[in-house]
Nanobody, 125 residues
Framework: VQLQASGGGLVQARGSLRLSCAAS????????MGWFRQAPGKEREFVAA???????????DSADSVKGRFTISRDNAKNTLYLQMNSLKPEDTAVYYC????????????????WGQGTQVTVSS
């Protein structure tokens, strides 16, 4: 089983990026999938998650909130997860990781069984 994250890069503030996470080895159409990020010197934090049943989405609502700027989606036919990031800020700079198959609350990284290798997002001011 492999999760391949892509789409990161260098972008100016207020720009947009779309991250993709292609899954192989098994289908994740019946699993909760999520995005996390880790900035230098900081702990990994939850960004967004999407369930399999009704496609319910959850986006972090923290101090450096991505709510209203980031959108998570999935294409089960392609076994691919997406994260559309708009109005990017320098504080969004981090390595973004996709994860799949959560066995508990979606906002805890430890509940996910599979992880991608991460893709670097750098937002310049």
């Amino acid at each position: 089983v492999q999760l391949q994250a892509s789409g990161g890069g260098l972008v100016q503030a207020r720009g947009s990026l779309r991250l993709s996470c292609a899954a192989s080895g098994r289908t994740f159409s019946r699993d909760t999938m999520g995005w996390f990020r880790q900035a230098p010197g900081k702990e990994r934090e939850f960004v967004a998650a999407i369930t399999w049943s009704y496609g319910n989405t959850y986006v972090a609502d923290s101090a450096d909130s991505v709510k209203g700027r980031f959108t998570i989606s999935r294409d089960n036919a392609k076994n691919t997860l997406y994260l559309q990031m708009n109005s990017l800020k320098p504080e969004d700079t981090a390595v973004y990781y996709c994860a799949a198959d959560a066995s508990g609350p979606y906002y805890y990284g430890r509940n996910y069984r599979y992880w991608g290798q991460g893709t670097q997002v750098t937002v310049s001011s």
